[in-house]
């Protein structure tokens, strides 16, 4: 059977008894120290979509049912960080928990202030990491994840939703005394996002539709990178091993309208720091018709492109009959604060709200 930590209770007591003693100051609450802290969890609403994740049509969505999002909380007092203990089981005091969208927290867990004078801090990234301490066993708290991008032969793929999101990581973080006020955390980007549509574009008259798409990449003939770092006390991707000279493609992602039909709309993660050189073959599409069979067209980058966290390159090209140009390039925040609250999800307490 779980129980709640002593520390707990004890500190409880404290807290009352130090508030008591200095009731003329109006700016002390009193903290039920038993009581679950409400974390509030948000993703911004960027222009184009929430997280990897894309609805039909590349509309902005929230996170989806079964999504798993971790939650760390520390404790920073003078000494140093030290996690915060959740519960008992044995004498394993655990610090992060994973809520999964639509389930909840596991059962009878949840987040307790430890008392009322340090600052606690909390941290709530995806994806979900499992493999990241669950106890206090390293006083430093620089707990680091290490991962690779999921490639098919020579290219980095990025075709499904579910391998986009394994690249998709975010990280929100916030520091707070204990107080009756619910706590919420932003989550923005770690890594980078390349967008790009394709229209028809000079060479075709308005009777005409534009060849069939049957293969997208993104280019990079000097490499890409592949593997990184994750940092929870940073709360940033980092690139490692330099480029993979092996690997000088992307698979992007396209998803289907509302009739289950391919969009002309691509997405991809790569790494903050991936750079695209000047005039370099970026971006090429191979496409099929019924006379003249598979022709391929690539678009070269008329500026140079260095990636960087959290941002959102969007290329908007015309397939013309024997080229493609670029119409149009955007570059923003790919997290943009929502400030109606729109885009999130609750976790007050234990009760999940999705």
């Not at 690779?148 to 990280?171: C, Q, R, V, W």
């Not at 293969?215 to 940092?231: H, P, Q, R």
């Not at 005039?279 to 599409?285: E, K, Y």
């Not at 119409?327 to 885009?343: E, H, R, V």
């Amino acid at each position: 059977m779980r129980t709640r930590n002593l520390f707990i209770a004890l500190t409880m007591m404290t807290a009352t008894a130090a508030i008591t003693a200095c009731s003329n100051d109006d700016n002390l609450e009193t903290v039920d120290l038993n009581k679950p802290i409400d974390l509030n969890l948000s993703i911004g609403q960027p222009g184009t979509n929430t997280r990897a994740s894309v609805s039909n049509g590349g509309s902005a969505s929230t996170f989806t049912s079964g999504d798993e999002i971790s939650l760390t909380a520390v404790t920073k007092a003078k000494t140093g960080d030290t996690p915060v203990a959740i519960d008992v089981e044995g004498a394993t005091y655990r610090n992060t928990l994973t809520y999964t969208y639509d389930t909840g927290l596991p059962a009878d867990e949840a987040f307790y202030w430890q008392n009322t004078s340090d600052m606690h801090s909390f941290y709530a990234y995806y994806p979900a990491q499992t493999n990241f301490p669950k106890k206090a066993d390293d006083a430093s708290y620089t707990y680091t994840h290490s991962f690779t991008l999921p490639t098919t032969g020579s290219n980095i793929d990025n075709s499904t939703l579910a391998k986009l999101n394994e690249a998709n990581f975010m990280y929100g973080e916030k520091d707070s005394k204990a107080t009756n006020k619910g706590i919420s955390l932003e989550l923005s980007h770690c890594m980078s996002q390349i967008t790009f549509t394709v229209e028809k574009g000079a060479g075709y008259t308005a009777s005409e539709a534009m060849p069939t798409i049957t293969k997208a990449e993104i280019l990079n003939n000097k490499g890409m990178y592949t593997t990184g770092t994750f940092s929870l006390s940073a709360g940033k991707v980092t690139a490692t091993n330099g480029v993979t000279a092996g690997t000088q493609a992307i698979t992007p992602y396209r998803p289907k309208d509302n009739d289950s039909k391919d969009t002309n709309t691509w997405y991809a993660i790569v790494f903050p720091g991936q750079a695209f050189a000047n005039g370099s073959a970026f971006i090429r599409f191979t496409t099929s018709d019924d006379t003249s069979g598979s022709t391929t067209y690539t678009y070269k980058l008329e500026s140079a492109l260095t990636c960087t966290a959290n941002t959102s390159y969007n290329y908007a090209l015309k397939l013309n009959r024997g080229s493609v140009t670029l119409s149009g390039l955007t570059i923003a925040q790919w997290t943009k604060t929502d400030k109606s609250g729109n885009a999130g999800m609750d976790f007050p307490g234990t009760t999940p709200k999705p």
